[in-house]
């Protein structure tokens, strides 16, 4: 695994942090690794932080436990789930020889259903970690840790607009994320039409390295990403809204018919997913801009500006499957909290 620098280690500290990192949407789309070790994206990607999904995180370090202790929604956690989180401490620390944690975390949306709990999760630990194991790493860095636990989180990092940007290192040093914009650039919002809250059969890592090993079209995929992400980045900046949703729609169905042309084919949709995208399409018909994105899950995520909202809402809910919709906008940077007091999103 990556080696941090950890020259500046001011030492363990005692007592517990709370940390609160927003989950984040993919408008150009990760999908792939370019290597396994590390946790290595094969693409660039772009996304938006949303303030109404999130994770808080609370962090103990104990030196008299024997293993770390992982209690996800309020239900303690074991097995591979616990190893994944235990290798991230033992990353973060450079060491194995390391306090044992008591972890505290609740996600304020179903987990492992398409809503990019690891991305807020592991934004949550890593700046948490950063601070009782007294790392004192800068965002950059802090988004490289984030990244090894998993590649969405290194963008959970920062609000509004971000990048993570592809290396060519070994090392990961510049597999970083960083902002393009922050949460005050444009009052767009996200809708998450909840079609399940079921955890997924397949897990994003799994279903990368499936398509990466067995999709004919592979290859284009990779090539591709550049110009997307280029033409996304210039319409961000424009607030050219036609633009980023036609560039979301496209990487969205880019990746998911990517996926689809695995061995075995990889579907994350439901019947209520697909009848979202035409009542999201016929919205469109309608003159009511309105684009949509999916990740790895069944939940349709509609991007639209404020004014759109309320019609938008009303047609999605009349889909039969749809259980809620979650309003977000654009959310704040990860951040250390109080946990006695309110969460700013
Ligand atoms: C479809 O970040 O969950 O949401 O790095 O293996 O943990 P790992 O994958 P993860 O993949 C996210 C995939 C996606 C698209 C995206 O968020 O860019």
């Known amino acids: 695994m990556e080696n941090l620098n950890h020259s500046n280690i001011e030492g363990y500290r005692s007592g517990s942090v709370t940390a609160v990192a927003h989950s984040n949407i993919a408008l150009v789309k990760y999908w792939g690794k370019r290597a396994v070790q590390n946790n290595l994206p094969a693409v660039g990607s772009i996304s938006l932080t949303l303030d109404a999904l999130y994770s808080k995180t609370n962090l103990e370090l104990k030196d008299r436990l024997d293993q770390d ?5 309020e239900k303690e ?11 991230f401490l033992d990353l973060a620390a450079g060491t194995k020889d390391r306090p044992k944690a008591h972890i505290e975390s609740e996600n304020n ?12 999760g592991f934004a949550a630990l890593a700046l948490a970690v950063n601070d009782r194991f007294g790392l004192n790493l ?3 860095s802090l988004s490289a840790l984030a990244r090894q636990g998993s590649g969405s989180a290194a963008r959970s990092l920062y609000g509004g607009f971000c990048e993570m940007k592809l290396g060519t290192k070994e090392d990961g040093s510049e597999d970083v994320a960083i902002q393009l914009h922050d949460q005050s650039h444009w009052d767009v919002r996200l809708l998450v039409a909840v079609t399940s809250t079921q955890k997924k059969e397949l897990g994003s890592t799994e279903g990368m390295n499936r398509t990466a090993q067995t999709a004919p079209f592979y290859d284009e995929w990779i090539a591709s990403q550049p110009t997307d992400l280029e033409e996304m980045k210039k319409a961000l900046s424009a607030r050219d809204f036609e633009k980023v949703g036609e560039l979301t729609e496209h990487s969205c169905f880019k990746m998911h018919g990517l996926a689809l042309a695995a061995r075995p084919p990889i579907l994350y949709w439901n019947a209520a997913t697909t009848e979202t995208i035409h009542r999201v399409w016929k919205l469109r018909q309608n003159g009511i801009q309105a684009y949509l994105t999916i990740d790895a899950g069944p939940q349709v995520k509609i991007l639209c500006l404020p004014e759109s909202v309320e019609t938008i809402k009303e047609a999605v809910l009349g889909v039969k499957g749809v259980e809620h919709i979650i309003e977000a906008k654009p959310g704040t940077a990860a951040h250390i909290v109080d946990p006695e007091k309110e969460i700013i999103l």
């Open 69 to 73: 202790i992982f209690v996800l929604n």
């Open 77 to 87: 956690v074991e097995g591979k789930q616990l190893r994944r989180i235990s290798d």
């Open 109 to 120: 949306f179903p987990t492992g259903a398409g809503l990019a709990s690891s991305a807020s």
């Open 138 to 140: 800068d965002r950059i």
